[in-house]
Each structure stands twice: as C-alpha cells, then as structure tokens.
C-alpha cells in the first residue's frame, strides 16, 4: 500500500486520481504544505510525496509519472515516439499552464503583502488564456491529449483547470476545451479522488 502525504486540494489530488485510476489501495496522510510532516520527507516544505517501500517521491509529475509506468498504464513505453508527444504535453502543462497560475497565486494569497506585486495578476491571467488558446489548437478533435488514450498528462492539465476556475476565478475557453475538461471530470476516478477528505 502507498502512503500520499499531502493535503487533498492541493498538488496532492493529481496523485489521488491517478492512484484511483490504477486502482490501487492508499493512505492519505493529509499534511498541509509547510507543516512538519511534510518536511521531513522534503525539504522545500511542498506536497505531495509518496512513499513507496522505504523511498521517498516527490512532485506530482513525478509522482503520476512513477505511478504509471511502474503499473504500465496511462503511459507510453521509454524511447518511443508516443512517449516523446506525451512528456512534452507534460512540458507543456507545466511551462504554460501551471507557471501563470502559481504566479497568480504567490502573489495573490501565499507572499505577504510587502512581496506581492498586484500587477502581475492581470498578465499571469492573459498568459493563462494564451495558453488555453494553444491547448485548444494542439488537441484538436481527441478525445484525450494522447488521442484515444487516457494519460498523466490528462490529470495534470485538469488540475491546473480546476485551480484556474476555483483558486484564481478565471474563466474557461468555450468549446473544445471546456468540453475537454468536463469529460475528464467525469471519469469515475476522478470522483473518487475529489470526494476525499483531508
């Protein structure tokens, strides 16, 4: 069994959905970024870790990462080219996607007052919406980003929807797109892992 360390509305729900889309069993232990427990198995104070066995892992990409391919699902084999598209919708997640976001959010709820520069919200919104724009063209007509199969990028990518709309209040793109995250908000899994409770 796998033990999650982090708070649920956090990072830490990517890796809840992706352990319930495996299908595997898990604790939760609901640690709060910054707080003890979670510093002591990473020093930058961030969740989720996972402990697997007697190691340690942190960052939820790397986490659902780790998690599909040690299961051999919602992945693609190392070195092939549907691997190559899918690490780079992850590139793409990060870099263009949840960059503007925790911009937004640094400088909107975490930094103190004195840090935070207000002026930086409306830009970190327009990169938001920028890059919903590319989303949009690069999925096309599938399904899922990886075309007709469900993959880590996926959970990524509607996390950082989730926290766009809720966290940060910013609207969604229509069409494609909105209909995109909807569908991915509708699997079982993901569900499941919003229902937890810290």
Not at 25 to 37: I, M, T, V
Not at 84 to 109: C, G, R
Not at 135 to 152: I, P, Q, W, Y
């Amino acid at each position: 069994m796998y033990t999650v360390i982090g708070a649920p509305y956090t990072r830490t729900m990517r890796v809840l959905w992706c352990l319930e889309e495996l299908g595997l069993s898990y604790k939760l232990n609901a640690a709060y970024p910054q707080s003890d427990d979670i510093k002591s198995v990473n020093p930058s104070g961030k969740v989720p870790a996972l402990l697997d066995g007697d190691d340690v892992i942190i960052d939820s990409v790397a986490i659902c990462q780790h998690l599909a391919d040690k299961h051999n699902a919602m992945t693609f084999p190392a070195g092939s080219i549907e691997r190559a598209h899918m690490q780079s919708w992850l590139y793409f997640a990060n870099d263009e996607v949840e960059a503007p976001l925790w911009t937004w959010w640094k400088h909107a709820k975490v930094r103190p007052p004195e840090e935070q520069v207000a002026d930086v919200l409306p830009i970190c919104e327009k990169e938001f919406h920028r890059a919903m724009k590319i989303f949009e063209a690069r999925l096309g007509d599938n399904e899922f980003v990886m075309g007709d199969t469900f993959s880590v990028p996926d959970i990524i990518l509607t996390h950082c929807a989730n926290w766009a709309q809720t966290g940060c209040e910013f609207t969604m793109r229509k069409g494609k797109v909105s209909a995109y995250f909807e569908r991915m908000r509708s699997r079982p899994a993901y569900k499941k892992a919003m229902a937890v409770k810290a």
